[in-house]
């Protein structure tokens, strides 16, 4: 058991490694080349993250200012929704029925 929980824990590091490559407002996009509608899905899921560590570094943001616009704002948004909204869609509602 504490082999199985060791390595869930391992796992869970790597990935919030690998996820803060692709953060937010750390400089990567230029109007040139801004983040684009995948990228705000992106951006949306990892918005939790994000947020913690824009707490503790000044260019770290939840939501990329470099961006396409509309498309950028859709897809965020609909990564936030699906993936917050998602987990009480998920729970099992009880049955309050008196016997």
Not at 11 to 34: E, H, N, Q, R, S
Not at 69 to 91: K, M, T
Request: aromatic share 16%; hydrophobic share 45%.
């Amino acid at each position: 058991m504490k082999k199985k929980i060791m390595i869930l824990g391992i796992l869970c590091a790597v990935m919030i490694f690998t996820m803060t490559g692709c953060i937010p407002g750390d400089g990567t996009y230029t109007p040139d080349k801004p983040a684009g509608f995948f990228w705000g899905v992106w951006h949306g899921w990892i918005a939790p993250i994000s947020l913690i560590l824009g707490l503790f570094q000044n260019g770290i943001r939840v939501y990329e200012p470099m961006n396409t616009g509309w498309w950028y704002d859709f897809g965020f948004y609909i990564a936030v929704i699906s993936g917050f909204g998602g987990l009480s869609l998920s729970r099992k509602k009880k049955n309050s029925k008196k016997d």
